[in-house]
């Protein structure tokens, strides 16, 4: 029997033990899988060292060594988002409504899992822990197809997540990995609805882009995070400018950080020296149009191809504006429905931003670093979804469930 078919198999025998999982069996074995990776995170650490001195060898960028690379802090991360999980609420059972028909039948939807999920995803090891934690605690089997790059690193956290399981007396094959790094594979993976109920790709527009158009399992995209901040006329600049470093700088390798500054004319002059000097600090490298170099001399020429480049390490385009309907006109064009920002003191600006802006998640006078879903108080997330059917925004537990109706009647038949 061919691999990936053995691998689908054994998703679905495992989906049919998880559906009707108590929430009790489901928190034992996070919690001894969370256990594991830290007991173990020695374990972890050797094998994501093989992953990053390859990846040095092959010249990998600096923002996606940041996204490959663990350490004790990242492990103890993983285990302590495991542990939210298991302390979230259960969205599995859930009655979402139940409404009485004239005829007497009781009509309601309860939440249901998914199913079998399949994650293909680029070289983030925390994303195997994430990934597998949220689909389980909702029910569903995950199968899993990282980045090349962090194959040792996945290996090693896919045997401490099976160890656990197995534990527990719990079916290894709640979690799966293909551990294989052919490119065709991943191209029949993303054609196996009959085993497979919904794939999620989590990485770079290239990634996203290449499962929408090769799948035929229907695709929740997320991540590819081109985000702005505007700061407009009546901005706070000191406010601006931290905005802006965090925004860009707290973390490079992220979807959510800033790859898209836009200024108003009237606060050029003065703003970008400002910012170019505290994002100076981080050696970051600016590329704007002829109004923003002739406000800020280090600023260099930006190409068409800048504006809607997501960078994922320490470059910003930057692009001005003389109101803010160029403003929005200019974000709605290149964003890629991720998170915008505006900066502002201007009520009825930060309306018009909040209306008009079209994306998952739009701020005023804060850093688009929060569209998370622990910052947004509802535990780890599987991603942030960019499209807007089934999910939108960063998708926790319930997203990773669907309804299905349930109807209570007493001998009704229909005439």
């Known amino acids: 029997m061919e691999y990936l078919e053995q691998i689908g198999i054994r998703a679905k025998e495992a989906e049919s033990r998880l559906r009707i ?22 374990r972890l650490l050797a094998a994501n060292g093989k992953d990053m001195e390859a990846a040095r060898g092959k010249g990998m960028p600096q923002g996606l060594l940041d996204r490959l690379a663990l350490n004790e802090e990242r492990i103890r991360g993983m285990a302590e988002g495991l542990l939210e ?59 899993l197809k990282g980045g090349s790059d962090a194959l040792s690193s996945n290996e ?54 290449s499962v929408v158009e090769g799948s ?34 707290q973390r490079i390798g992220v979807c959510n950080a800033c790859e898209s500054l836009v200024v108003h004319e009237a606060v050029a002059d003065a703003f970008l020296p400002m910012a170019a000097a505290r994002l100076a600090e981080k050696k970051v490298e600016l590329r704007g149009d002829a109004e923003a170099m002739a406000a800020e001399g280090s600023i260099l020429p930006a190409s068409e191809e800048d504006w809607g480049t997501e960078y994922l390490d320490y470059i910003l385009s930057v692009k001005t504006v003389r109101n803010i309907d ?49 910052e947004f108080g ?6 942030i979804s960019t499209q807007k059917l089934h999910a939108r925004g960063p998708m926790g537990l319930k997203e990773l469930t669907t309804a299905k109706y349930i109807i209570y009647g007493n001998g009704q038949v229909r005439r």
């Open 156 to 209: 090693a956290i896919v045997a401490l997540l099976q160890k656990a399981l197995a534990d527990c007396g719990l079916p290894e094959t709640a979690v799966q990995l293909i551990a294989s790094t052919d490119r065709q594979l991943t191209a029949r993976f993303m054609k196996m609805n009959r085993y497979v109920d919904v794939l999620i790709p989590r990485g770079g527009a290239g990634l996203i882009r």
């Open 378 to 383: 509802f535990g780890a997330e599987i991603g």
């Open 85 to 143: 999980v298991a302390g979230a609420d259960d969205p599995v059972g859930e009655v979402i409504q139940m409404k009485k028909r004239p005829n007497g039948l009781l009509i309601g939807q309860k939440r249901v899992p998914l199913g079998v999920v399949g994650i293909i995803y680029e070289a983030r090891p925390n994303v195997t822990a994430d990934a597998f934690g949220l689909c389980f605690k909702a029910g569903n089997a995950v199968i």
């Open 21 to 42: 999982l108590g929430t009790e069996e489901k928190n034992r074995a996070l919690r001894k899988a969370a256990e594991y990776l830290v007991k173990e995170q020695n």
């Open 216 to 249: 035929t399992v229907p695709v929740i995209e997320t991540g590819t995070g081109n985000c702005h901040i505007y700061v407009d006329a009546s901005a706070d600049l000191d406010m601006a400018v931290e905005i802006l470093f965090n925004a860009k700088t």
């Open 326 to 374: 160029e403003a929005i006109a200019h974000i709605n064009c290149y964003n890629t429905g991720h998170s915008e920002a505006i900066i502002t003191r201007d009520y009825a600006n930060a309306q018009r931003f909040l209306d008009e802006i079209d994306a998952a998640a739009v701020y005023v006078n804060a850093s688009t670093r929060f569209t998370d879903g622990g």
